[in-house]
C-alpha cells in the first residue's frame, strides 16, 4: 500500500503542472486582461489611479492635470509601462553602470516585457514555495483572501455533502429493496423532480416560501449570522448559526442528493442480483445480515468512488448564484469576481491550491476503498 500512495504522490505534480500550463497558455488568448481592466476604469475615475498606484494627493492631482490628455489622446505610455511592471508582465531594466534602485523615473532605466515562458516558470516557483502572491485589486495576499471566504465555503460544503450522504444512502438502500413498490415508485417521481430543478431555482423557493417573500418567515434572508451574534451565548450562537444556513445547505444539496440516492439504489441493485447474495440466503441468513453484512460492503465502493467529485464541487467549487441570493461570500462570487477583473493572481494561486487538494482527496478515496473492503490490494495494481 506505501508503494502505491508513494506512486500517487510522484502523480500529482506532472497532473498539477499540466493544469496550471493548459489554463495559463488559454489566458494567453483571452481578450483583456488586468491591464485594460484598469484602462477601463482610468478613463473615467480617478481614484482608481490613486488605488493601484498607491499615490497621495500628488498623484490624483497628476492624474487630473492628465485627464485631457487621457480622455482625448490615450493613457501616457509611462503610465502604460509602469503598469505593466506592478502587473508582473514586465520588469525594469536599467543602462550598465547605472546605480542606485530600479525607477522607470530615470531615463537609463526602462520596461521589458518578461516572455510567457518566464513568467509561468516564475509564478510556478513561487507557488511551490505556497507564495501565491497578492491580489492585483485588492491589496491583500491571495491566500489571505482564500481564508477570508473559506468558513462561508466550508460550511455549505462540509453540512451540504454531511446531508446528502446521510439521506441518500439509507433512502437509496430502502428503494434497492422495495424496488417495483409503490414507495419506489413516488421516491423516483420525487427524486426526479427535485434532480431536474436548477439548484438557484429552488433557492428563489425557498426564499418565497420560508424566508418572508410571500408565505412564512421562519429563516432568516441573507448571511450566516445575526447583527448580534457576538452577544449570543456559545448555545444561542449554534442555533443561530445553523438556523442561517438551513435554506443554503438544501439548496446546495438538491442535486447531489438527487445523483447519489439513484447511485446507491442502483449499486445496491447490481449487488443482490449476484450469486452470493442467493447463497448467503440459501445458508438460513436473515435479510438484513446478507444486505448489511455482505451486500453493503460491496456496493459501497461505487458510491465511495463518487466522494471526491462530490466534495469538491460543494466544498471548492461553491455556487456564485447561490452565494449571491443567500448574500454569502464565499469561493464561489470569489471565483466569478477575479475571472471578470481578470485577476491573474487569484485565478492562478486559487487554481493551484485547489487542484492540489482536489488529488490529495483523490488519494484519500482510494484509502477509503481499503478502508470499506480490506480485500482490495491497490500493491498489485500496474502503474
Same mark, same amino acid.
Given at each position: ?13 506532472p497532473t498539477l503542472l499540466g493544469i496550471m500550463v493548459i489554463n495559463f497558455t488559454l489566458v494567453q488568448f483571452v481578450p483583456g486582461g488586468p491591464i485594460e481592466q484598469v484602462i477601463a476604469q482610468l478613463e473615467g475615475e480617478g481614484d482608481v489611479f490613486q488605488q493601484i498606484t498607491g499615490g497621495g494627493e500628488e498623484a490624483s492631482s497628476s492624474f487630473e492635470e492628465e ?85 462561508v465555503s466550508l460550511s455549505l460544503g462540509l453540512w451540504s455533502v454531511l446531508l446528502i450522504y446521510l439521506i441518500s444512502i439509507p433512502l437509496g438502500v430502502r428503494k434497492a429493496v422495495k424496488d417495483g413498490t409503490p414507495f419506489d415508485t413516488w421516491t423516483s417521481s420525487a427524486i426526479i423532480v427535485g434532480y431536474a430543478i436548477p439548484g438557484f431555482l429552488f433557492a428563489i ?9 410571500? =408565505?412564512?418567515? &421562519? *429563516?432568516?434572508?441573507?448571511? %450566516? ?6 452577544? +449570543?451565548?456559545?448555545? /444561542? ?73 462530490? =466534495?469538491?464541487? &460543494? *466544498?471548492?467549487?461553491?455556487? %456564485? ?6 448574500? +454569502?461570500?464565499?469561493? /464561489? ?51
Amino acid at each position: 500500500m506505501g508503494a502505491y500512495i508513494l506512486r500517487r504522490l510522484m502523480l500529482v505534480i506532472p497532473t498539477l503542472l499540466g493544469i496550471m500550463v493548459i489554463n495559463f497558455t488559454l489566458v494567453q488568448f483571452v481578450p483583456g486582461g488586468p491591464i485594460e481592466q484598469v484602462i477601463a476604469q482610468l478613463e473615467g475615475e480617478g481614484d482608481v489611479f490613486q488605488q493601484i498606484t498607491g499615490g497621495g494627493e500628488e498623484a490624483s492631482s497628476s492624474f487630473e492635470e492628465e485627464t485631457d490628455y487621457i480622455g482625448g489622446r490615450g493613457l501616457p505610455p509611462e503610465l502604460l509601462a509602469d503598469l505593466e511592471v506592478q502587473f508582473n508582465f514586465s520588469r525594469v531594466v536599467c543602462s550598465p553602470g547605472f546605480e542606485g534602485e530600479p525607477d522607470l523615473k530615470h531615463e537609463e532605466c526602462e520596461a521589458v516585457r518578461i516572455p510567457a515562458l518566464e513568467r509561468f516558470l516564475l509564478m510556478m516557483w513561487r507557488y511551490i514555495q505556497f507564495d501565491f502572491g497578492e491580489s492585483h485589486f485588492r491589496s491583500i495576499g491571495v491566500l489571505e483572501l482564500v481564508l477570508e471566504k473559506l468558513p462561508v465555503s466550508l460550511s455549505l460544503g462540509l453540512w451540504s455533502v454531511l446531508l446528502i450522504y446521510l439521506i441518500s444512502i439509507p433512502l437509496g438502500v430502502r428503494k434497492a429493496v422495495k424496488d417495483g413498490t409503490p414507495f419506489d415508485t413516488w421516491t423516483s417521481s420525487a427524486i426526479i423532480v427535485g434532480y431536474a430543478i436548477p439548484g438557484f431555482l429552488f433557492a428563489i423557493l425557498l426564499l418565497v416560501l420560508f424566508a418572508g417573500g410571500s =408565505f412564512w418567515k &421562519i *429563516f432568516p434572508l441573507r448571511g %450566516l449570522t445575526s447583527d448580534n451574534w457576538e452577544e +449570543l451565548s456559545m448555545i /444561542g450562537k449554534a442555533l443561530d448559526y445553523f438556523w442561517h444556513i438551513t435554506l443554503p445547505i438544501i439548496a446546495y444539496s438538491i442535486a447531489g442528493f438527487a445523483s447519489l440516492t439513484l447511485l446507491t439504489k442502483n449499486s445496491f441493485l447490481d449487488q443482490i442480483k449476484m450469486q452470493y447474495v442467493t447463497t448467503a440466503k440459501a445458508k438460513g441468513l436473515t435479510e438484513r445480515r446478507v444486505l448489511y453484512g455482505h451486500v453493503f460492503r460491496n456496493a459501497m465502493l461505487i458510491v465511495i468512488s463518487g466522494f471526491p467529485a462530490l =466534495f469538491i464541487g &460543494i *466544498f471548492f467549487g461553491g455556487s %456564485l448564484i447561490i452565494e449571491t441570493i443567500f448574500s +454569502l461570500d464565499g469561493l /464561489g462570487r470569489l471565483g466569478f469576481e477575479a475571472a471578470v477583473a481578470r485577476d491573474f493572481q487569484v485565478i492562478f494561486g486559487t487554481l493551484f491550491f485547489f487542484g492540489l487538494i482536489g488529488l490529495v482527496v483523490g488519494i484519500l478515496s482510494d484509502l477509503m476503498y481499503v478502508f470499506v473492503d480490506p480485500r482490495i490490494d491497490f500493491e498489485t495494481r500496474e502503474g
